[in-house]
C-alpha cells in the first residue's frame, strides 16, 4: 500500500514536470524512471520495517484472516508509529499528487486552448488514468486509515473485528484496480 501511494506521487510529481516542460522529453533516458522506482520503494521500505525492530509491531488483524500493524495497542509507542504512517505515508503523499495535479491542471487549461498536438492529447489521456487511479487509491485507503486512527485513538471495542473487515478488504484489494484501470484508460493496450 505505502509504495502504491509513493508510487503514484511520484507519478503525479513526473506527469506535472513533463506537462509544464517546454521541450520534448526524451522517451529514451530512463534514468527518472529508475530514480522514482528506487525512491518508491526505498521510502515504503524506511516504513515498513520499524515494526521488526521494535517500533510498533505487525500482528493479526480483524478477525485474524490478515496481518497488519498492530492498531489496536493503545502504548505511546504504537500510537506514534500509526500517527507517523498515517502522516509520512498518506497525508504527506496525497499533498504531494493534489499539488502536482492542481498545478498541471492550471497548465492543462492555459495551454489547452493554444495546442491540440496529439503529444498533449496523450499526456491528457495519461493525466486522467492516474487522476482515476489515485481517486480509486484514496477510496480504497481512507476507510483503512480512519479505521486504524479510530482503533488506534478511540475508546477500546470500538471498532469491532466485523466492522474491520470491509475497509482491509477494501485497502488490500487496492492493487489490482491499477491495472485495470490502465488497461481501460490506456489506448495503447
Not at 509504495?3 to 514536470?17: G, H
Not at 504531494?96 to 493554444?114: D, P, T
Amino acid at each position: 500500500g505505502i509504495i502504491s501511494l509513493i508510487s503514484l506521487a511520484v507519478l503525479s510529481y513526473e506527469r506535472y514536470c513533463t506537462m509544464t516542460r517546454t521541450r520534448e522529453a526524451d522517451t529514451t533516458n530512463y534514468r527518472k524512471s529508475w530514480t522514482g522506482i528506487i525512491l518508491s520503494w526505498t521510502y515504503s521500505l524506511l516504513w515498513t520495517v520499524p515494526p521488526l525492530f521494535g517500533w510498533s509491531s505487525y500482528g493479526p488483524e480483524g478477525p485474524g484472516i490478515t496481518c497488519s500493524v498492530n492498531w489496536h495497542s493503545k502504548d505511546a509507542n504504537n500510537a506514534s508509529y500509526i500517527v507517523c504512517l498515517f502522516i509520512f505515508c498518506l497525508v504527506i503523499p496525497f499533498a504531494i499528487i493534489v499539488y502536482s495535479y492542481g498545478k498541471l491542471l492550471c497548465a492543462v487549461r492555459q495551454v489547452s486552448s493554444i495546442s491540440k498536438g496529439p503529444g498533449r492529447s496523450r499526456e491528457q489521456r495519461i493525466l486522467v488514468m492516474v487522476v482515476v487511479m489515485v481517486v480509486c487509491f484514496l477510496l480504497c485507503w481512507l476507510p483503512y486509515a480512519a479505521v486504524a486512527l479510530i482503533a488506534t485513538f478511540g475508546k477500546p471495542g470500538l471498532i469491532t473485528p466485523a466492522a474491520s473487515i470491509i475497509p482491509a478488504i477494501l485497502a488490500k484489494s487496492s492493487t489490482v484496480y491499477n491495472p485495470i484501470i490502465y488497461i481501460f484508460l490506456n489506448k495503447q493496450v
